[in-house]
């Protein structure tokens, strides 16, 4: 018998390694897979886009607000992977009536680490998960010594339109906004605030605006509508996953920060 705790303080006991394993988070869905379970993976939601051949090869069991509880039973799983974030209270009262649901909650990077050693823990592949720990703890490493004498810029990191959000504090976003030497001016505003353009200057000038790919796919026009009222404020289009995927896309983040810096410098 084994007794495990997720990132929510739930105990959970497992006579057996759970073999059948649905995720409902994408960053998650990637995560498993570079820890060398997709043979175990039976159930994703419509979002999983990494790798993207799963979508042809395993069960897609609705999005990650909305899932098809029927389909999720008829899989039979062992466990069913969800996020604080990304999934409803809910979601997780309801499946656990058919087997243990694991819930994680990264916030920050140490966070992340403990996810994946869990899931090392969790899945019997120990190795594997303390081999992607050792090379986010080195890319984290190095990171730090690129970002050490890039100075702080304000930002403000966008997500949403109609009504404009923003990331806000606790939040993994500014985790990695702060990692890169952000200062986020919406940091005191709440998780995910909804603010009011026009007054973007008055609550803190940012040097720099970031509009995220995702979960709202910002263009060209949002830029100019924001730029109206951002005064000296750089735009930049980011790719959201790289702010907002935790799991071993945290590697790619990396360069990824390294190219927006050398963009930045222009």
């Known amino acids: 018998m084994k007794q495990l705790t997720d990132q929510l303080g ?66 039979q799983p062992d466990i069913i992977i969800c996020n604080k974030e990304e999934n409803t209270q809910e979601i997780v009262d309801q499946l656990s009536a058919i087997c243990p649901v694991w819930v994680t909650n990264i916030v920050t990077i140490e966070d992340n680490f403990q996810m994946i050693s869990d899931f090392g823990q969790l899945f019997n ?54 990692l890169n030497h952000f200062a986020n001016i919406y940091e005191d505003k709440g998780r995910y605030p909804e603010i009011e353009i026009k007054k973007i200057r008055i609550e803190g000038d940012p040097d720099i605006v970031f509009l995220s790919s995702e979960p709202y796919p910002f263009k060209e026009e949002d830029a100019f509508e924001i730029g109206r009222f951002t005064h000296h404020a750089k735009t930049i289009f980011v790719d959201g996953e790289m702010f907002s995927w935790h799991g071993s896309r945290l590697l790619k983040a990396f360069p990824y920060f390294k190219v927006l810096h050398e963009r930045l410098k222009k």
Not at 48 to 74: A, D, N, Q, R
Not at 132 to 149: G, Q, R, V
Not at 151 to 168: E, R, T
């Open 125 to 178: 592949c120990r190795t594997e998960a303390q081999k992607w720990n050792n090379k986010l703890s080195f890319a984290l490493s190095d990171f730090k010594k690129y970002i050490a004498d890039i100075p702080v810029q304000k930002a403000a990191y966008f997500i949403w339109k109609n009504p404009f959000m923003v990331a806000g504090k606790d939040t993994y976003i500014n985790e990695l906004l702060k």
């Open 10 to 75: 739930t105990s959970h006991s497992f006579e057996t390694t759970p073999k059948r394993i649905i995720s409902l988070v994408p960053s998650q869905t990637e995560l498993l897979y570079d820890l060398g379970l997709e043979d175990k993976i039976i159930g994703i939601t419509k979002f999983c886009i990494h790798p993207y051949h799963l979508k042809s090869t395993k069960k897609v069991v609705g999005g990650t607000k909305k899932i098809h509880f029927e389909k999720i039973k008829l899989l």
